[in-house]
């Protein structure tokens, strides 16, 4: 059975009510997110096994995540344990042209000050076909971007392919190295590469050829960045894929989504979905990562068709509340097919 692990932070995510500001909510739904974790719940759901690996304190919240984790079948049986708290963000969802604002409460996590060698990796990736991590991880604390370096290279020794979302998020690097200094030794051990029009840049300086990407105007062309996937591969020539996601925003509740996947020197390219009514849009490239992990496991050979069905999974994710993706294959296919009516299933 194939097996994938991920690694990284999961948080206690607090979300004010219908679309309510910060100022005027007396009240937060809670529930559990984070980048690696929302992607084990994607494979899980899809029927592939997945093992989410993190550290976590010994307290009953830590308890409470961890039941969410496996009440939708994600192993945790290699969580390990230890600090004092586990990380918040605090989500205010914004609406039309009112943009919606995260403020993290993370500092000191468990995870952040974890250190290399507290994983047993030859142990975790046994029997795993697949590893991934996102660029959220490396940017938490100097041991949490060694314990990812330690994992990447086990993973390549043992023949696990390798696969990271740049996900780049500027506030989070305050320990004294930028994102540039850390992030290419991780990355030289990546099979796959996924980002979107703007991680390239922000990274690694790289940049659409002939086109300014603040400058979308809702509409992004996939063929404008065939020259980053290009350029990426180059920079490093292990990743078979660079895939990058595409978001058009017309406003908070309005935009288009779609992505393209470079491979063998051809570009790929999705159709385009326009999502006029967003429930939620936190953990939509992930679930893009595990729609495509999904893909590329379980159509190998045909990254058109892996690359539909991470389109069509990210994008009925944004109809979805909070940051896992429950959706399903059928309902996936589903829409790949074109059948978007939404009517009622009897």
């Known amino acids: 059975m194939k097996k994938v692990v991920t690694f990284g932070e999961v948080m206690l995510r607090l979300a004010t009510p219908a679309n309510q500001r910060f100022i005027q909510s007396g009240a937060f739904n809670a529930t559990f997110g984070g980048g690696e974790a929302n992607v084990a719940v994607s494979l899980a759901n899809y029927g592939i096994a997945a093992d989410f690996v993190t550290r976590l304190p010994e307290n009953d919240l830590a308890e409470w995540c961890l039941s969410e984790l496996r009440k939708y079948r994600v192993g945790v049986e290699n969580v390990v344990r230890g600090g004092n708290r586990m990380g918040i963000y605090f989500l205010e969802t914004g609406a039309v042209a009112r943009a919606s604002k995260v403020v993290y409460d993370r500092a000191g996590s468990a995870i952040a000050e974890i250190q290399p060698g507290r994983i047993n990796w030859r142990k975790v990736f046994r029997g795993a076909q697949w590893f991934h991590w996102t660029g959220i991880t490396p940017a938490l604390s100097q041991g949490a971007a060694y314990a990812c370096l330690e994992a990447v290279r086990i993973a390549n020794e043992m023949g696990v392919t390798v696969s990271c979302d740049l996900n780049y998020r500027k506030n989070l690097w305050k320990y004294g190295k930028t994102a540039a200094q850390v992030m290419p030794e991780l990355v030289e051990g990546c099979d796959v590469i996924l980002g979107n029009e703007e991680d390239a840049e922000k990274v690694f300086g790289i ?55 470079y491979a063998g020197g051809q570009l790929y390219e999705s159709r385009r979905y326009d999502i006029t009514h967003i429930v939620d849009r936190v953990g939509g490239g992930d679930s893009f990562m595990g729609g495509l992990i999904y893909g590329l496991l379980t159509y190998p050979g045909d990254d058109q068709r892996a690359l539909d069905f991470a389109v069509a999974a990210s994008a009925l994710k944004h109809t979805v509340y909070g940051d896992f993706n429950l959706v399903t294959v059928a309902e996936v296919e589903q829409l790949m097919r074109g059948d978007g009516s939404g009517r009622v299933s009897r």
């Open 207 to 261: 940049q659409p050829e002939g086109f300014d990407v603040a400058q979308t105007g809702g509409e992004v062309r996939a063929g404008e960045f065939e020259s980053v996937c290009r350029q990426l591969q180059a920079r490093f020539p292990r990743a078979a894929k660079v895939i990058i996601t595409l978001r058009g925003s017309i406003n908070a509740n309005h935009n288009t989504w779609g992505g393209c996947l």
